[in-house]
């Protein structure tokens, strides 16, 4: 029996210390499924484990509500414990691959895009695409880089660095992530 393909949403919210203050609001603007949906990947590295805890059912409560995919950086028994749709993280992190979740891969070059092959990833964030605040002066793939590697991808590719809705149009790519043009 073949596996379900997941819709992966066209809209995904990256969190983090930078934009925790306005994800309650942020997370009811988001696109609903009928306008090609969304997710939120819940990182929050900065908080202890108790707290980064509560800070990911409060969320992910919201998210849920409106609609949207909760995925988790990290393991995926955290993944599985806490209740998310998925995982977050470089392909080689993902594994071993676990059917009941999403598999969304990082990927920044060729290399890791096979990779993501490799395991069956569900989908795909290439970044950075363009320049970034939280990267200032760092190396970017552009419009044309972005798009030669995400032909190489199995799965769908999501558009990370610099993103925002005007420039997903302007790339011409429906799948986009962000995590300033919230903040």
């Given at each position: 029996m073949a596996a379900i393909q997941p819709?992966?949403?066209?809209?995904w919210l990256l969190t983090d210390e930078r934009n925790d203050k306005a994800l309650e609001t942020v997370l009811g603007f988001?696109?609903?499924?009928?306008?090609?949906?969304?997710?939120?990947v819940f990182r929050h590295y900065h908080l202890p484990p108790v707290?980064?805890?509560?800070?990911?059912?409060?969320?992910?409560?919201?998210?849920?509500?409106?609609?949207?995919?909760?995925?988790?950086?990290?393991?995926?028994l955290t993944a599985r414990e806490w209740g998310a749709d998925g995982i977050y993280g470089a392909p080689l992190s993902l594994t071993p691959r676990r059917r009941d979740l999403l598999h969304i891969a990082?990927?920044?070059?060729?290399?890791?895009?096979?990779?993501?092959?490799?395991i069956g990833a569900d989908a795909v964030m290439l970044s950075p695409v363009f320049p970034t605040r939280s990267h200032p002066g760092a190396k970017t793939l552009g419009a044309q880089r972005f798009l030669h590697l995400a032909r190489h991808s199995q799965a769908p590719?999501?558009?990370?660095?610099?993103?925002?809705s005007h420039r997903a149009r302007r790339l011409q790519w429906p799948r986009w992530a962000g995590i300033g043009f919230v903040s």
């Open positions: 819709r992966i949403p066209n809209v988001l696109p609903d499924t009928r306008h090609g949906g969304s997710a939120v707290e980064r805890y509560a800070r990911f059912r409060a969320l992910a409560r919201i998210a849920r509500a409106q609609g949207h995919l909760v995925i988790l950086s990290d393991s995926a990082t990927a920044h070059n060729l290399r890791e895009i096979a990779q993501a092959n490799r590719v999501i558009a990370l660095g610099g993103m925002d």
